[in-house]
């Protein structure tokens, strides 16, 4: 099997090539990054599924399969969910951060499950930085509401910023305003694709077992006291899955993040020297 050559983030690349560039990351790399979602992401979901599972317990199926999606909304069960999407962004942040130095195809599954401690403290740090600023848009009045939306967009490039680029969390923040502005309407169309994609894979990753669940809501009908707890395992697995591929898409996200800031940063750094070498050349 050939060795994979390391990852190149901070490659100049249009949005199309850096979406591209992330799904050949994913298609190289498969087996490490699936492996690596099962050490960082399952276990948080399926511990998740067992907090929601007093909650899921409705003759509806409806209740179960779109409990999580109905949590984006909701405060309380959005807190569940945030720890979750910072193991995604720490799995992704340290797997890239590795492949930048040796080649991820002979990481074992201790390295895997060691791989985050480079990384944890930055990725907090830009996790809550995100956190506090989208807490800060949310409470400020509406007419400045839209405005500070439109700043926000740039912010996420606080993450590979800090953590990929090994800025401080300040000069991160500027670097992140300063390349997100520059490449505003590519960050946010790439952000709704890579959600909608994983959205779609979610989905399609989660119709059998709501299918199974249906059909095994007739059963209950039919003698609900013996299938009670047979139902509970049911529900119990469908809320593990769909977290799981949430997290998983939320992953996928953060890996899409980071390859665009790498373009936008080397983009700049080419119209740097493009300008320095048309100043030599004047003189």
């Known amino acids: 099997m050939p060795v994979q050559p390391n990852i190149e983030i901070f490659e100049k690349r249009s949005m199309n090539q850096s979406i591209e560039a992330a799904f050949d990351f994913l298609r190289q790399n498969r087996k490490v ?40 909304g909701q405060s309380r069960s959005l807190a569940f969910l945030l720890p979750g999407f910072f193991l995604s962004a720490l799995f ?4 890239l951060r590795h492949g930048r130095e040796e080649h991820l195809s002979g990481l074992t ?45 740039p912010l996420w490039f606080v993450l590979p ?31 709704f694709f890579m959600a909608f994609v994983s959205f779609m894979l979610s989905f399609a990753v989660q ?17 609900e006291a013996f299938v009670q707890e047979y139902l509970d395992v049911v529900r119990y697995v469908i809320l593990a899955l769909v977290s799981y591929t949430v997290f998983v898409g939320a992953s996928f996200v953060t890996l899409g993040l980071c390859y665009l800031y790498g373009s936008a940063v080397a983009d700049y750094e080419d119209e740097n020297l493009d300008g320095e070498i048309d100043r030599f050349e004047n003189l």
């Open 109 to 153: 599954w201790r390295q895997l499950a060691l791989l985050w401690l480079p990384s944890f403290v930055r990725t907090l740090r830009s996790a809550v930085f995100l956190l506090l600023a989208v807490w800060v848009v949310v409470l400020v009045p509406f007419p400045l509401q839209t405005f500070l939306y439109v700043v926000l967009i």
């Open 207 to 223: 119709l059998p077992v709501a299918l199974f669940f249906s059909l095994s809501g007739l059963v209950a009908r039919m003698s």
């Open 33 to 72: 990054w699936f492996r690596g979602t099962l050490i960082y992401l399952l276990p948080y979901a399926m511990v998740i599924a067992l907090l929601w599972l007093p909650n899921a317990r409705a003759e509806s199926i409806d209740t179960t399969f779109s409990m999580v999606f109905e949590a984006f």
């Open 92 to 95: 992704t942040v340290s797997l």
């Open 161 to 191: 910023s800090h953590t990929l680029a090994d800025n401080n969390l300040l000069s991160a923040v500027r670097l992140s305003v300063k390349h997100g502005f520059r490449s505003w309407f590519g960050l946010l169309i790439m952000l």
